[in-house]
């Protein structure tokens, strides 16, 4: 079994300033763990993603997360934020074995201030 | 690459009624999922399909809802009668197979129940 907790359902940042979107997970088998983000309207697109190996991996437009074992945590963060990157953000884990679905957290809203 | 398609994009209807939603998913992918998405939360899997055999469909409330994946490409949903509580987005998705697999989300259906 598997869940994911995404701490804070809301964040404002400043136009230029960092952004940090927590994810924390729960899995009973090594986790593959993801990162979505949703635009009003439409569906959800892949920003990155961790299976195994190198546990900082980069996305794309600019993000980046890093895989903590220790922590069961997979941040995910960008250096500068961009007025298009206000939209709902959402981390999930995969299932094992045959179950390959996505258990998804509950999404942060991202708020860029100009 | 044409992405997942999904119709109608949005659907009123009033409790009681039925509702049947459909899905074209990427060409060549093996697996399709259906998740519904309540608002404010996460998407939340209801039925996964490998080609057109059922893998997971512990979260569908088969009383009312019923899905199908004739000859392992199409989908469709439907639920019948809806209920209140059904309002929510649904969402297909596809993907190769694989448990580090991206998965391609369709841009959803939004479902009123009156």
């Known amino acids: 079994a598997q869940s994911v907790t995404q701490l804070g359902s809301h964040v404002s940042v400043s136009e230029g300033a960092l952004v940090l979107l927590r994810c924390n997970y729960s899995?009973?088998?090594?986790?593959?763990l993801f990162w979505y983000v949703q635009y009003p309207n439409q569906g959800l697109q892949l920003l990155l993603k961790y299976t195994t190996g190198a546990t900082l991996v980069k996305g794309i437009n600019g993000f980046e997360a890093e895989f903590k074992k220790s922590e069961t945590s997979f941040h995910l963060t960008k250096p500068s934020a961009h007025m298009s990157d206000a939209a709902e953000y959402f981390c999930?884990?995969?299932?094992?074995?045959?179950?390959?679905?996505?258990?998804f957290g509950s999404g942060t809203r991202l708020q860029v201030q100009p | 690459e044409a992405g997942v398609a999904q119709s109608p994009r949005y659907k009123i209807i009033e409790k009681r009624q039925s509702v049947a939603f459909w899905c074209n998913p990427i060409s060549g992918h093996a697996t399709l999922y259906w998740y519904q998405q309540i608002l404010g939360q996460g998407p939340k899997l209801l039925i996964q399909f490998q080609n057109n055999g059922v893998v997971d469909d512990s979260q569908l409330p088969k009383d009312r809802f019923s899905a199908e994946r004739l000859k392992g490409v199409d989908s469709t949903l439907k639920i019948q009668p809806a209920k209140l509580e059904d309002s929510a987005v649904y969402l297909c998705?596809?993907?190769?197979?694989?448990?580090?697999?991206?998965?391609?989300f369709g841009p959803g259906t939004r479902l009123t129940v009156l």
């Open positions: 999930a884990v995969s299932g094992d074995t045959g179950r390959r679905a996505l258990t």
């Open positions: 998705a596809s993907s190769l197979g694989g448990r580090g697999n991206e998965q391609f």
């Open positions: 899995s009973s088998v090594p986790p593959y």
